[in-house]
Nanobody, 114 residues
Framework: QVQLVESGGGLVQAGGSLRLSCTAS????????VGWYRQAPGKQREFVAF???????NYADSVKGRFTISRDNAKSTEYLQMNSLKPEDTAVYYC????????WGQGTQVTVSS
């Protein structure tokens, strides 16, 4: 069983930055695709960013050029650097690890004030 622990959410003004972290237990992290999703109030959970085991990345159009996903396999940790934040980025952010099945973090709140 893989457990994911997130940190780094908070309240920030529009235009500011935050970095989210997600650390995984177990030994599958380095061979897994990992990513971030978010869910705003009253909306469905949506894809934000993905990074594959070899470093290939993919982003939602809404965050391209502002968010950067990265990973440190030695620490079993993935990161989401969020710059130029907008009020519409406000959501609960969930990290995800996929290895035969999906594993999810507990979620961390990001609130961007205008």
């Amino acid at each position: 069983q893989v457990q994911l622990v997130e940190s780094g959410g908070g309240l920030v003004q529009a235009g500011g930055s935050l970095r989210l972290s997600c650390t995984a237990s177990g030994t599958i992290f380095s061979i897994s695709g990992v990513g971030w999703y978010r869910q705003a109030p009253g909306k469905q959970r949506e894809f934000v960013a993905f990074i594959g085991p070899t470093g290939a990345t993919n982003y939602a159009d809404s965050v391209k050029g502002r968010f950067t996903i990265s990973r440190d396999n030695a620490k079993s940790t993935e990161y989401l650097q969020m710059n130029s934040l907008k009020p519409e980025d406000t959501a609960v952010y969930y990290c995800n690890v996929f290895f035969r099945t999906n594993y999810w973090g507990q979620g961390t709140q990001v609130t961007v004030s205008s």
